[in-house]
């Protein structure tokens, strides 16, 4: 079991930068590969990013694609959400999420195949 606690959100202004970390407890972070959701306000949640468990691997939905890389430091325990010149469509809550049972490099990319998660961590982009 892991958990997962995010951190780094907050309120920042449209063009800026902002970066989101998800720390892991346990010693098997390496095992899992993660993912990066987000919830607006009355929207159903979405994946924004995912990462296999090297790094070797991501996935981006269209929104966030060229503008929001995601990144891993497994000697860390802590997935990153780099953030940079965020949109005011881009305010919600962010997720992260770990996934135990996808393969090496693969990423998965569906809500229903992550088996934790943080708390969330809220994200306001003012224009």
């Known amino acids: 079991q892991v958990q997962l606690v995010e951190s780094g959100g907050g309120l920042v202004q449209a063009g800026g930068s902002l970066r989101l970390s998800c720390a892991a407890s346990g010693r098997t972070f390496r095992r899992y590969a993660m993912g990066w959701f987000r919830q607006a306000p009355g929207k159903e949640r979405e994946v924004a990013a995912g990462i296999s468990r090297s790094g070797g691997s991501t996935y981006y939905a269209d929104f966030v694609k060229g503008r929001v890389p995601i990144s891993r430091e497994n000697a860390k325990n802590t997935v990153y959400l780099h953030m940079n010149s965020p949109k005011p469509e881009d305010t919600a809550v962010y997720f992260c999420?770990?996934?135990?049972?996808?393969?090496?490099?693969?990423?998965?990319?569906?809500?229903?195949?992550?088996?934790?998660w943080g708390q969330g961590t809220q994200v306001t982009v003012s224009s």
């Open positions: 999420a770990a996934d135990s049972t996808v393969s090496a490099i693969a990423v998965a990319t569906m809500e229903r195949n992550y088996d934790y």
